[in-house]
């Protein structure tokens, strides 16, 4: 017999319950209870980034990560990025530069830039792609990838009064 429990958090925003057992992971209580598809599942070893969700503001394998841990936490998603207005820079630039074929892997990729500029504001080639690196792409688009965090970067600076 398997024990269940609730938690509370903040959801992109929101304060949250869901019921749990303690074998859940962060990927399924999201979607299955808040119907958020963003974070999904595809190796299930957190080796490919595709369930990528930031959790008190750093990024975490939602596919690794138990649910319970999140008790009292804040988590975000790639579906808080945007408002029904407007994309956030991140995710204008990936589409401008093209930074996505089949588009599986991009919010987990999207998530983490947004994490790498919020840390690194200006950041090179190799900074990107080390940072980066724990993310997979099947499709290759690994070039448009670096360009579309070089753009968001630069948005980025327009957007927030930095000189250029």
Do not use: W
């Not at 956030?88 to 991009?106: D, K, M, N």
């Amino acid at each position: 017999m398997s024990t269940t429990r609730t938690i509370s958090f903040t959801l992109n925003g929101d304060q949250v319950t869901a019921e749990i057992k303690p074998h859940h992971n962060l990927v399924e209580v999201l979607q299955r209870d808040f119907n958020l598809m963003g974070a999904r599942e595809s190796c299930g070893q957190g080796m490919c980034g595709c369930c990528t969700v930031l959790v008190d503001g750093t990024a975490v394998s939602g596919c690794l990560y138990l649910a319970a841990f999140v008790d009292g936490a804040e988590v975000a998603t790639v579906e808080s990025l945007s408002t029904r207005e407007r994309l956030s820079e991140v995710q204008e630039a990936f589409i401008e530069a093209g930074a996505f074929q089949c588009g599986f892997c991009t919010p987990g990729f999207v998530l983490m830039t947004e994490q790498l500029l919020d840390r690194h504001p200006d950041p090179d080639d190799d900074t990107i792609r080390h940072y980066l690196v724990g993310n997979l792409c099947r499709c290759a688009a690994y070039p448009e990838i670096v360009q579309a965090v070089k753009i968001a970067a630069r948005r980025r600076k327009v957007e927030r009064g930095a000189v250029m």
